[in-house]
């Protein structure tokens, strides 16, 4: 199983320039996350989907946009790059309720010029 | 204000020493608490997990929660060079079923 795949791995944006970031499990999965993740501030909650057909805002929602597109896949868009969404962003999932372990992606490293 | 709040560290310690790691919330909703480890240029990876109230060991490491207080602790003992890593606490639970970290906590154990 591979688990949870982001991507890119990697990428360039310049400012006002919009892209999407990807991210699929295969872990049947219920509720999936995304994080951005900056020097000393932790992993920040953006945006999450409790279940398929549900979004909901997280700490950092301004800027981002998502779609749960299914049961595998939850995509991050950001619709005009800002030098502020430089970041590293990892998706993760969980299976149903609380407390289950939450597995991550491998992070997608951003960097908005 | 941040829903978990960690203390940023870092911190370096001596091998074989004692850690702790401490962190608090503020939402009475939260039911699960998770440490999770990460190491550089990785996803975190979950450590350890607990239910409500108490204490969990699992080997060298113990996890603690005190809902009354509102305070979640990781101890690690006799501390080795392959613990360095960033240490996150996670809070889970309530009706919206977000998971919210904190901060992190770089630790380094010197050989």
């Known amino acids: 199983n591979a688990g949870v795949t982001q991507t890119p791995k990697f990428q360039v944006l310049k400012t006002g320039q919009s892209m999407t970031l990807q991210c699929a499990q295969d872990m049947n999965h219920n509720s999936m996350y995304w994080y951005r993740q900056d020097p000393g501030m932790g992993l920040r909650l953006i945006y999450y989907?409790?279940?398929?057909?549900?979004?909901d805002k997280g700490e950092v929602p301004n800027g981002y946009n998502v779609s749960r597109l299914n049961k595998r896949e939850f995509s991050l868009r950001l619709e005009s790059a800002a030098p502020s969404q430089t970041s590293v962003y990892f998706c993760?999932?969980?299976?149903?309720?609380?407390?289950?372990?939450?597995?991550f992606g491998q992070g997608t490293r951003l960097t908005v010029v | 204000q941040k829903e978990v709040e960690q203390d940023p560290g870092p911190l370096s310690v001596p091998e074989g020493a004692i850690v702790s790691l401490n962190c608090t919330y503020s939402n009475s909703a939260f039911q699960y608490f998770m440490w999770y480890r990460q190491y550089s240029r990785k996803g975190p990876e979950l450590l350890m997990y607990t239910y409500s109230s108490g204490n969990k060991e699992d080997g060298r490491f113990t996890a603690q929660v005190d809902k009354s207080s509102k305070y979640i602790s990781l101890f690690i003992r006799d501390s080795q060079p392959s613990d360095s890593a960033t240490y996150l606490c996670a809070a889970h639970g309530g009706a919206t079923n977000k998971l919210i970290f904190g901060t992190g906590t770089l630790l380094a154990v010197q050989p």
């Open positions: 993760a999932s969980t299976s149903q309720g609380a407390g289950t372990e939450a597995f």
């Open positions: 989907s409790a279940s398929e057909g549900t979004t």
